[in-house]
């Protein structure tokens, strides 16, 4: 096979070791190739045996990067397998570690990563090879700097973005249960008590200490424990939902929730039941569960409210008193079965509350994880493909390259759709040099603003470097002086105007990022008002295009260690836990656009769905490209799915 | 809910896949019984995702000794220094599986696959074959179809950079969630033997090249009693005349089965990796097991053809009906 030269001279660079990771590391070294180096950050946990083949119940905890190694190694001893156990964008990854590699194969599991691994490759100019699975369905794309667009030529879906008050005091979803019991109520409970909550934790019916009402949170000496838990429940469940109703202007058109308490719930029962103390020893914390305490056993079952109930007390009493160590610092985590036990149940008491339907735990488990659905088969497809599209690389055939999509049902018979690569997009910031364009109130917005909201969370930089003319501003290093340190910590702290190079209406200012070798000129537009609800940063990127979120119960998720200051207008869902393989950008083109929709068919998703706007000439051009032209794809799928 | 529950590691297991299609069809899975006969680098992709998928068992069959080229595309083998060990690939490969998933039974079972009588086969829900010869594959579909119980049929082969797959669901009804209601719905699956009589003439315009391609090999080999992928370039010649008369027989212009492309099937028999991947794991999801449980859609039907040279995975229905 004419391949096999390319392919034995190649040198190539794996990141993720994942769901798609172990199925590209085996074809890869089937395929013959001999020189191959992997990045994963990750460790194996057991939902990734499924599917993640390389991996056994025994290598539990261990480096995915270095057990699929091993794992290749025994079928393969001849061939070189370098592994770093990782972070991608760890400083050592830099432009000239890129360099060293003939192609770049992602199977990441993240955005942030994704958009990282495209910059050092379009700055290595190493040619990228990415791809994504939800489900049945996956994508392979190719992106060679100059000749096709890069991964950010067009918009990534944003993570969904909830108002806080929709969150503390108006949810009409499940999910807004599942971000209030995970953000605010877990996080106020058992994470860091000096990090902003907006839960509501002064209780000001004692008339008496009106400045001085005392934090609910906060358990008093001696407390007995079954009094604390209770407090804690009638607070946020009772007195939270009766205060809220005082506030009439917000129930004019809207379904008034109704406060629970403990004693309508539970009446004496929990003295009985609260004891957990007879609950089997266990060093393993995430042994811990509620559910067994409780003889619940199925996760696919709806609890009642009285079961929602116990399940909290339960899980509140062995927090305290089996993890008592841990709390202040617990961040909440999809694979601590005793915290979503918690956020099950407390979601649920709240939804109870606003006649939201109940959900099962497995449900809640995959809200507030943000846990993507993934098949091995997919996965497996996709890691050929990739190889596919690798070898065409490595051959300097990037003509024959293609944008492959998987599909669940098949579109005009194919089942998997090769489509040509698109060209760069000129007005690209990544790829082209075209500027940015601010708006932003220069008199008020702090030089942190625009570092948190715009640089670190729009534009994806890891170490950002801000400068206005010949005056540096800002920077992020290991190796940065004091007295720079200091500088930048204070200018952190002042209004645009105000800065030592004073940033105004006209002015420009460049952004870059000295590991991704990125540059952005963002031109600053002087503007004094913004609307809260519709932009709730305060400024707008213009020139930075984003689609629009997809309000998909399945994927949004939310942090709340994100350290920004989300407490002020919204709670920012960022997508902090995904699994490999997957995320929203499964909506990046218009066959995505159908992919995004026919996976959120997979769930009951209750409310309508905005409507995502197709790119007609991107539509076009895959309708176009495909040989018997009987019907537009994407006519096609929009009726199937009405 | 009916039937047992999945157990509690069973659902932290499959935790992934469960929310992909569901708990029922994960129990229906958990209690399917699938053979595999050929176990080449394809068939070995499908196995070890309905192994990790989680199937009830998995009868694996063939005697062949693991030795220089099976090995080469078989990932479930450890590479061995002394090269030709004991054991068939059946045997090497089943304990390899076993280690993917303990929840999974696998087994092998000796002998010839001709020799398998139609009784054999009633253990099975799924019966796949691959890299069987025209013979074989008429044979074991018939028997599959001579028994009570509906057992699915799939062949897979893989030459070079294509593949083909093909699926006999034989009478097939399902359920098709519509918008509020759940409708039953009925297919009518031919056999292998049935699909290839099939006139060329009738079948739809733009059916793939690889269909007649892989008829014309598959033919030649039969003809010339050689074993499925014994061919070198000496047989082109041959392989092309014969191309011209079924083509005459059949009046399809010899256009439609290109020169390149039977080339590229005679000449390198070897199983492609990338393209194995691709063609096992599709397998593995026409499954109708897993899809029609999920009530999405219709079972496929009955061809699917892949070729990494246009990249295009395509699904054809050669059916009378």
Known sequence: MEHLSAIKGAKVLMVGAGGIGCELLKTLALSGFQDIHIIDMDTIEVSNLNRQFLFRQSHVGQSKAKVAREAVLRFRPQISITPYHANV????????????????????????????????????????????????????????????????????????????????STPSKFVHCIVWAKDLLFAKLFGDKNQDNDLNVRSNDSASSSDHSEDVFERKKDEDFEQYAKRIYDHVFGHN??????????????????????????????????????????DNSSMLSAMAYLGLKNPQDIWSLK?????????????????????????????????????????????????????????????????????????????????????????????????????????????????????????????SETPLVLEVNTHRAKLRDVVEKIVTSKLGMNLPLITHGSGLLYEVGDDLEEDMVANYAANLEKVLSELPYAITGGTMIQVEDLQQ????????????????????????????????????????????????????????????????????????????TIAAGKKRKLSDVSNSETPIPTDDKRAKKIAEHAEDDVVVMLDDEKKNSR | MNGEELTEQETALYDRQIRVWGVDAQRRLSKSHVFVSGLKGTAVEFCKNIVLA??????????????????????????????????????????SLKDFNPMVHVSV????????????????DVVVISCCSLAAKKSVNEKCRKLSKRVAFYT??????????????????????????????????????????????????????????????????????????????????????????????????????????????????????????????????????????????????????????????????????
């Open chain 1, 241 to 282: 939902i009766e205060s809220a109703l005082s506030n009439e202007e917000t129930w004019k058109n809207r379904n008034k929730p109704r406060p629970i308490y403990v004693k309508d719930v539970l009446s004496d029962e929990i003295q009985q039941n609260g004891n957990v103390d007879k609950t089997p020893a266990t």
């Open chain 1, 517 to 592: 070798e990125l540059v952005c000129n963002i031109n600053i537009k002087h503007r004094e008002e913004f609307d809260e609800e519709k932009e709730p940063d305060g400024m707008v990127l213009h020139g930075w295009t984003q689609a629009p979120a997809a309000e998909n119960k399945d994927t949004a998720t939310s942090s709340s260690n994100n350290g920004a200051s989300t407490s002020s207008t919204s709670t920012t869902l960022v997508p902090t836990d995904m699994e490999e393989d997957d995320e929203l950008t499964i909506l990046e083109t218009g066959i995505e």
């Open chain 2, 156 to 321: 897979v082969d893989c030459r070079d950079s294509c593949g083909e797959i093909f699926v006999d669901l034989q009478n097939y009804s399902y359920a098709k969630k519509k918008v509020d209601e759940t409708v039953q719905c009925q297919l009518q699956y031919p056999s292998f033997e049935e699909a290839i009589a099939i006139p060329w003439r009738s079948l739809p315009r733009r059916v793939a090249k690889l269909y007649f391609a892989m008829r014309v090999v598959e033919r030649f080999e039969d003809v010339e009693k050689r074993r499925p992928g014994e061919t070198s370039i000496a047989d082109l010649p041959n392989v092309m005349k014969l191309r011209n008369e079924l083509c005459l027989a059949h009046s399809l212009n010899e256009s439609q089965i290109p020169d390149s492309l039977l080339e590229r099937l005679v000449v390198s028999t070897k199983e492609f990796p990338p393209v194995s991947a691709v063609l096992g794991e599709s397998s593995a999801r026409l499954f109708e097991v897993i899809k029609a449980i999920s009530g999405k859609g219709d079972p496929l039907k009955n061809f699917f053809f892949f070729d990494a040279v246009d990249g295009k995975g395509v699904i054809e229905d050669i059916s009378t009906s």
């Open chain 1, 307 to 431: 079961e929602n109930s116990r399940v909290f007390f339960a899980a509140l009493k062995l927090f305290f008193s089996k993890r008592q160590k841990e709390i202040g610092n617990l961040s909440f985590d999809k694979d601590d079965h005793l915290a979503v036990e918690f956020v099950t149940a407390a979601a649920n008491i709240r939804a109870a509350s606003f006649g939201i339907p109940l959900h099962s735990l497995f449900e809640a488990k995959g809200i507030a994880g943000n846990i993507v659905h993934a098949v091995a088969t997919t996965n497996a497809i996709i890691a050929g493909l990739i190889v596919i599209e690798a070898i065409k690389v490595l051959q300097n055939d990037s003509k024959s390259c293609r944008m492959t999509y998987c599909l669940e049902h098949p579109s005009r018979k194919m089942l998997l759709m090769p489509v040509e690569p698109f060209e760069p997009n000129k007005a690209c910031y990544v790829c």
């Open chain 2, 54 to 95: 989680g199937v009830g068992s998995l009868v694996l069959n063939d005697d062949n000794p693991a030795t220089g080229e099976a090995l080469a595309a078989n990932f479930l083998i450890p590479f061995d220094e002394n090269m030709g060990g004991e054991g068939s690939l059946a045997e090497l490969c089943c304990d």
């Open chain 1, 89 to 168: 964008k760890d400083s050592d990854f830099n432009v000239d570690f890129f360099k060293q590699f003939s192609v770049v194969l992602n199977g990441l599991d993240n955005l942030d990563a994704r958009r990282h691994v495209n910059r050092l490759c379009l700055a290595a100019d190493v040619p990228l090879v990415e791809s994504g699975t939800t489900g049945f369905l996956g994508q392979v794309t190719v992106h060679i700097k100059g000749r096709t667009e890069c991964y950010e030529c067009q918009p990534k879906p944003a993570p969904k973005t909830y108002p806080v008050c929709t969150i503390t």
């Open chain 2, 109 to 124: 079972e000796k002998g010839d696959l001709s020799t398998f009588g139609v009784d054999f086969f009633e253990k099975f």
